[in-house]
């Protein structure tokens, strides 16, 4: 699924980026739910997948998938707000930034430090020698 998990800066920049945008799901999704009693049950569902993923994107657990899913929930709070002139972002412009920044999270993975590096990293493969008693 990975094929590298960048160490050094790049590693602390993905960590950055992971958690600023996962942080960034979590409170811009949690406050545009304001009055939780006449909210549709789908709203409320909506809410808890985003936060869900923000979260999975801070701890770098499934982070591919997290930010698929956050990057189509973002986008389709744009193009709700484009329609509706509602969405979950405040702006427009913010929706299309947190959209950018999770592909860019897609593309690049979530680097070293991270729980996908420590259960899917980087492995030693020990091949033994032949056996010459053939």
């Not at 409170?27 to 009693?37: G, I, M, N, R």
């Amino acid at each position: 699924m990975f094929t590298a998990f960048p160490d050094g800066w790049a590693g602390v920049g993905l960590v950055l980026l992971r958690t600023t945008v996962g942080a960034l799901l979590i409170f811009e999704s949690a406050s545009s739910v304001t009055d939780w009693h006449n909210t549709k049950i789908l709203a409320l569902l909506l809410v808890g997948l985003v936060i869900c993923s923000g979260a999975l994107l801070i701890a770098g657990y499934m982070t591919r998938y997290a930010a698929v899913a956050a990057a189509l929930l973002s986008a389709s709070g744009l193009v709700s707000r484009l329609t509706l002139s509602y969405g979950s972002y405040e702006t427009g412009t913010s929706s299309i930034l947190a959209t950018a920044m999770m592909v860019a999270i897609v593309c690049l993975g979530p680097g070293a430090f991270s729980l996908d590096a420590r259960l899917f990293g980087r492995r030693e493969i020990i091949i033994p020698r032949a056996s010459s008693n053939v």
